[in-house]
């Protein structure tokens, strides 16, 4: 059981594997986690199908136990952010090939309903005020993280209403569900451009080279200034050891670039019943306000119109 703490605010992010919740909006969680709001992690899967993308990693010993290691890197990673984290207790689908069929039994061959029960409980039982997940695309089309937006739609509607899951606890409609905007094409056009400005070297012109034509990112509702829980986030990414190297990739630009020119992580309101007479009781009616918000909980405090720009 939760406890819970009386007039606190709740934030509940719903990732897909194990390090997803360092990559995609950490320093937010930890610059929530400093104003004493109560965070929680739920992780879909153990990540038991991923990839050891970090060649210092990669040996016999740790591929033979990744199911182990991996949750011990997720606990890492916990303790850095200063979180709670759950899992609900589905295996990982990994990411088969075009004409591959999922693995049998794995998180992304479940039922939506299936799959969503566990996260109905969690809901009714840490009663979040605001929750975070991934957008239609997943992100990314790996099957996890696309049927981790399912799941955490299918719960944020369901757990509001006592005729669905009647064995999964006492009904709470949550007042936001954002998604993220983590990486996104305009991230990386902006910091490839300011490094090269500064003549810093920059791998990433030829990731924006071969970027993939998908559709117009969704519009940003809401930017969360946390460059100054940049060093945690990064911390809590080299946690997970097996799937981030030091210096590559997401770990090779360098941060007083990226503070400078992007300090927000960025997000999409998707859902929110804010200003109409949110079931919670900490909102007052009108107290959405036309702007970018610059608070999740935008609306839900005491005095709720700060939290906008």
């Known amino acids: 059981m939760f406890t819970q703490h009386p007039g606190g605010l709740r934030l509940l992010t719903?990732?897909?594997?194990?390090?997803?919740?360092?990559?995609?909006?950490?320093?937010?969680?930890?610059?929530?986690?400093?104003?004493?709001v109560d965070v929680?992690?739920?992780?879909?899967?153990?990540?038991?199908?991923?990839?050891?993308?970090?060649?210092?990693?990669?040996?016999?010993?740790?591929?033979?136990?990744?199911?182990r290691i991996r949750?011990?890197?997720?606990?890492?990673a916990r303790e850095i952010l200063g979180v709670r984290q759950q899992f609900l207790g589905f295996v990982d689908s990994g990411m088969p090939?075009?004409?591959?069929?999922?693995?049998?039994?794995?998180?992304?061959?479940?039922?939506?309903?299936?799959?969503?029960?566990?996260?109905?409980?969690l809901i009714r039982e840490f009663r979040p005020h605001v929750v975070?997940?991934?957008?239609?695309?997943?992100?990314?089309?790996?099957?996890?993280?696309?049927?981790?937006?399912?799941?955490?739609?299918?719960?944020?509607?369901?757990?509001?209403?006592?005729?669905?899951?009647?064995?999964?606890?006492?009904p709470w409609q949550a007042a936001k569900l954002y998604y993220h905007l983590a990486l996104s094409r305009a991230w990386f056009q902006t910091l490839h451009e300011a490094m090269t400005e500064r003549g810093v070297p920059s791998a990433m012109g030829e990731l924006l080279a071969g970027?993939?034509?998908?559709?117009?990112?969704?519009?940003?509702?809401?930017?969360i200034a946390c460059?100054?829980?940049?060093?945690?986030?990064?911390?809590?990414?080299?946690?997970?050891?097996?799937?981030?190297?030091p210096g590559v990739a997401f770990m090779a630009h360098p941060r007083d670039?990226?503070?400078?020119?992007?300090?927000?992580?960025?997000?999409?309101?998707?859902?929110s019943f804010v200003g109409e007479a949110w079931a919670g009781g900490a909102a007052e009616a009108g107290s959405e306000s036309v702007g970018v918000e610059t608070d999740l909980f935008a609306g839900l405090r005491a005095g709720s119109g700060e939290g906008m720009e």
């Open 211 to 223: 970027w993939p034509d998908t559709p117009p990112a969704l519009a940003t509702t809401t930017r």
């Open 257 to 271: 670039v990226e503070s400078e020119v992007w300090p927000t992580e960025d997000y999409h309101l998707a859902r």
């Open 71 to 76: 949750r011990e890197e997720m606990a890492a």
């Open 97 to 121: 090939g075009p004409d591959e069929p999922l693995p049998e039994g794995c998180f992304a061959a479940q039922s939506v309903e299936v799959a969503a029960a566990p996260l109905v409980a």
């Open 14 to 36: 719903v990732h897909a594997h194990p390090d997803d919740e360092s990559s995609k909006g950490a320093a937010t969680l930890a610059r929530y986690v400093a104003e004493g």
């Open 132 to 170: 975070i997940t991934y957008d239609e695309t997943g992100g990314y089309p790996h099957p996890d993280h696309v049927m981790t937006h399912q799941v955490a739609v299918e719960a944020f509607e369901a757990a509001a209403d006592p005729k669905r899951y009647p064995e999964a606890g006492e």
């Open 40 to 67: 929680l992690v739920a992780t879909c899967t153990g990540g038991e199908r991923g990839s050891v993308l970090n060649p210092a990693m990669d040996r016999p010993e740790v591929r033979g136990n990744l199911t």
């Open 227 to 245: 460059s100054e829980q940049f060093a945690i986030r990064d911390a809590a990414m080299l946690a997970h050891a097996t799937q981030v190297e």
